[in-house]
């Protein structure tokens, strides 16, 4: 699995991880926090949500045409100088008011512009790793782990996220709540006041995550140096390894990737109602009071060590030395040793939060990651190769799936029009749970393989710029999220959910009957 690959890799996805680490706890409390201490109502938070994911995954467009005259190195370093920038900006303490507004959306402009700098262009680099035919064959593979190292950084966050949050709340003698008012009633100003206080904080998180991540680059550039070059560069140095497409292969193969990026958006307009309409779900729905076997979701070092455990499980089966694989095998029984002893030691009942339940999502990445590989590398010996196209389009049956499953849960609640501000606390975390595992296998088949097809695709010219275009895709998807939201009072449940599982569906359609000339496009 890790084998074969180049050192720059493991460089750029560890300072992949450090970043995302300090963007996913910022992102998982970020509408709680608008509400908390702006007291805005679910579509007012939602709406904002919307266009700071908009912008965010828009920018890497800019900073795509920027790398691609500049250098993809200079952007990713001058990206994360503005986003640490931003944010500062986030974490000052402001009052509630026109100020502490402005401050929050500047914050929010620099973190979008850094991002963009950053985010694309570091991809860039590490799809240029595999230009040398040397490894060339592996970056399908590549682009999985680097994923999967972006959601390690994810999966810890949520977790983050709530420890700052009950530390900061129980100096003030609080506990978190779902309803301000009927728990706390008169102290409910002084409540919002330290809950918000405490989410503020969590943007500090991500000011540490950056510095962290910027010492890894620093300190391993010399391991993918040689792949911070563009098409301009690579010519001039070497004329005979410059890679020249005529001016029909070139526009087939941008044409090839604008119908892709089209279909992905209405995925990623899906997917990521985990900060919005699902983390509302969590909160109006679900039962946060937790017991039983149930609570092992909830420890995020149990499902770390259980996702440790899957790697070695996979290096005890693979290995060709006795000696190795005894090694693996007493790792993964002494990690699930260690899942099972913290479990036993967890509060009976624990008490989750609605942002919790954005931690399975990256867990269920890192610890699918090796049976994905291992599914497609085996089809790929039987001859049965699955194109990057082909994943995406069975991505988007499965998303609709996922909806599928909250749907069901839906049936026998309260619509939000009908609940007003009260809250319906009955269900089951299993169904959130059962539904983010089922949207991470469409993610699995979707996200890692799309960004290698960019990658492998993109003319040598426009590598930044169509790389840009896959985020800017996401941009779009992730500004129309907002549509469930805006619905979120106004219509019964299962007709929201039942738009998502539409949209996905129709996409997987489309995608199927594109593939052959997709295929012709990029030959």
């Known amino acids: 699995m890790f084998k074969n690959q180049p050192k720059g890799l493991f460089a750029l996805a560890l300072a992949n991880t450090g970043e995302r680490f300090g963007y996913y706890t910022m992102l998982a409390i970020f509408t709680l926090f608008m509400q908390a201490k702006f007291g805005w109502d679910e579509e007012a938070a939602a709406r904002v949500y919307a266009i700071f994911l908009a ?127 009927a728990t706390y009633g008169d102290q409910a100003p002084q409540y919002l006041e330290a809950l918000y206080s405490a989410y503020g904080l969590c943007f500090g998180v991500a000011c540490g995550s950056l510095v962290l991540s910027a010492i890894i680059y620093f300190a391993c550039r010399n391991w993918f140096k040689h792949a911070d070059v563009t098409a301009k560069q690579v010519k001039a140095a070497d004329a005979a390894q410059a890679v020249e497409l005529t001016p029909k292969q070139t526009k087939d193969r941008i044409v090839a990737l604008l119908l892709v990026f089209g279909v992905v958006i209405f995925f990623w307009m899906a997917f990521h109602q985990n900060g919005a309409a699902l983390t509302f779900f969590a909160k109006k729905y679900t039962n946060l009071t937790v017991s039983g076997p149930m609570r092992f979701g909830f420890n995020i070092f149990s499902l770390a060590l259980i996702a440790a455990s899957v790697y070695t499980g996979f290096a005890t089966v693979q290995a060709k030395e006795m000696k190795s694989r005894l090694i693996s095998g007493l790792l993964t029984l002494g990690l699930w040793g260690g899942a099972i002893a913290l479990y036993l030691h967890m509060a009976d009942p624990t008490y989750a939060q609605p942002s919790d339940f954005q931690q399975f999502n990256p867990f269920f990445v890192v610890s699918l990651t090796p ?110 999220s907002i549509i469930p939201s805006k619905l979120w009072n106004r219509i019964p449940l299962m007709y929201n959910w039942a738009i998502l599982i539409g949209l996905c569906l129709v996409s997987a359609i489309i995608m199927f009957a594109l593939l052959k000339k997709l295929r012709k496009m990029t030959e």
């Open 55 to 181: 912008v965010v995954y828009f920018s890497p467009l800019l900073g795509g045409f920027v790398a691609d005259k500049i250098g993809y190195g200079k952007c990713v370093v001058i990206g994360m100088f503005t986003m640490f920038l931003g944010y500062l900006g986030l974490a000052i303490p402001t009052a509630p008011d026109i100020t502490g507004m402005v401050i929050m959306f500047a914050g929010l402009g620099l973190v979008s512009l850094g991002t963009g700098l950053f985010k694309g262009n570091l991809q860039v680099l590490v799809g240029n790793l595999y230009d040398d035919p040397k490894y060339a064959d592996r970056r399908d593979a590549a682009f999985s782990l680097f994923y999967m190292a972006i959601n390690i950084g994810a999966m810890f966050a949520p977790s983050m996220a709530k420890w700052i949050t009950n530390t900061h709340l129980s100096k003030f003698g609080f506990e978190y709540a779902a309803d301000a008012v």
């Open 371 to 480: 049976f994905s590989m291992a599914f497609f590398a085996a089809l790929e010996k039987r001859g049965k190769v699955v194109s990057a196209p082909a994943r995406i389009a069975w991505g988007m049956f499965v998303a609709a799936l996922g909806f599928g499953i909250i749907t069901l849960a839906s049936t026998s609640l309260i619509s939000p029009m009908d609940l007003g501000e009260r809250t319906q606390n009955i269900l089951s975390p299993g169904w959130l749970i059962s539904t983010y595992f089922t949207l991470t296998i469409a993610e699995l088949l979707l996200s890692p393989m799309g960004i290698s097809f960019v990658s492998k695709v993109a003319p040598p010219k426009f590598k930044g710029l169509m790389m840009g275009g896959w985020f800017a895709a996401t941009a779009i998807g992730n500004y129309l």
